[in-house]
């Protein structure tokens, strides 16, 4: 579960774990695992602020969050974490929205 710190691995291919997707329970949680994780955020940053810059935050976070794993070595730095990360902020932001129309 946790690795030692100099063992960075990266992972810079969007979408390759698409067709393990499927098949493999492991790769469906960590994906889904890495939207629901910035969900809250999106939710919030658009009640507080509501405006469309609100947008930009949730890729800021997943880029920290992976260049963090990237530089530590606790962690597997990869696009398609900041993909997912950054889809479950736009998806708590549009649930903000519909929420306060």
Do not use: C
Request: without cysteine.
């Amino acid at each position: 579960m946790f690795r030692e710190s100099g063992d960075a691995r990266t992972n810079f291919v969007l979408f390759s774990y698409a067709g393990k997707f499927l098949k493999e329970q492991s790769v469906r949680v960590g994906d889904i695992n890495n939207i629901w994780l910035l969900i809250p955020l999106g939710t919030g940053l658009y009640r507080w602020f509501q405006k469309k810059w609100v947008l930009l935050i949730p890729f800021v976070m997943s880029v920290a969050i992976e260049t963090t794993q990237y530089i530590t070595g606790l962690g597997i730095a990869e696009f398609d974490d900041v993909f997912g990360n950054t889809m479950g902020g736009w998806i708590g932001i549009l649930v903000a929205y519909i929420i306060m129309m």
